[in-house]
């Protein structure tokens, strides 16, 4: 018998304990508490690689970084993707990145020195609308970092990112997602306990579907999968500006 999933499970646990799903609805970290977090995480996140590195490597192999020349990256982390993306990218490209927490602005421009001039690192308010020229970017790239956001601001984030992206970019994401295999789903639904019961403890992040968050208008999906390392499901979306 197949387990059912955890917005299932949530459902009949909030139809028979409606007071116990008010007080455990979900909310997500506000912009201090991600960017406090983040801070004293610091080059801990790297921890997460073991689970993030093959949908990373899948999205890059997608992302045809070959005949990129402006990339924006809308939450950096420590730079590991970024210094994975530069060794596909031309070497007259150029790299953006943006991230709410110090700790990560500073750990990825040490890691990007080498590319001097071609990268640039700035940190951002944690809110989804950005200070960049329309039209300025033909890549942008965010990696965990809308499953942090409410889906308010997932989709003030997917209209700037349509805004930022010139005609046929590319938008490359990846989230946590629900799991497709028995121990995945149960994975999930420890997580998104946790989650529910403090968002820090999972640092902000919950499994979400990427697919069910993209506008039907505007955009042309590329490429699409969900794959699996150590019972973790990331989902990669890659849709091109139309």
């Known amino acids: 018998m197949k387990a059912p999933s955890f917005p299932q499970l949530w459902s009949r646990i909030a139809d028979r304990y409606p007071r116990l799903a008010e007080q455990l609805r979900e909310r997500t970290l506000t912009p201090d508490e991600a960017r406090s977090f983040y801070d004293h995480l610091g080059r801990k996140l790297d921890w997460h690689a073991f689970y993030e590195n093959p949908a990373l490597d899948e999205l890059i192999e997608h992302l045809e970084l070959s005949q990129a020349s402006h990339v924006l990256e809308f939450g950096c982390g420590t730079g590991r993707l970024a210094e994975k993306m530069f060794s596909n990218l031309p070497e007259?490209?150029?790299?953006?990145?943006?991230?709410?927490?110090?700790?990560?602005?500073?750990?990825?421009?040490?890691?990007?020195?080498p590319f001097?001039?071609?990268a640039e690192v700035h940190q951002s308010d944690g809110g989804p609308r950005l200070r960049v020229e329309t039209g300025g970017f033909d890549r942008l790239v965010s990696t965990y970092v809308l499953d942090l956001l409410s889906d308010d601001d997932i989709a003030a984030f997917l209209e700037e990112a349509h805004r930022l992206l010139a005609r046929g970019g590319l938008m490359g994401l990846v989230s946590l997602t629900h799991g497709y295999t028995t121990s995945a789903q149960l994975l999930e639904h420890l997580w998104v306990g946790l989650h529910r019961l403090n968002p820090a403890w999972v640092g902000g992040c919950?499994?979400?579907r990427l697919l069910d968050h993209l506008p039907a208008g505007g955009w042309k999906v590329r490429y699409h999968r969900v794959v699996t390392s150590y019972f973790v499901s990331s989902e990669i979306l890659i849709a091109q500006h139309a």
């Open 116 to 118: 001097g001039e071609r």
């Open 206 to 208: 919950r499994p979400l």
């Open 92 to 113: 007259s490209a150029r790299y953006w990145g943006l991230d709410i927490s110090r700790t990560m602005v500073e750990l990825t421009r040490a890691r990007l020195e």
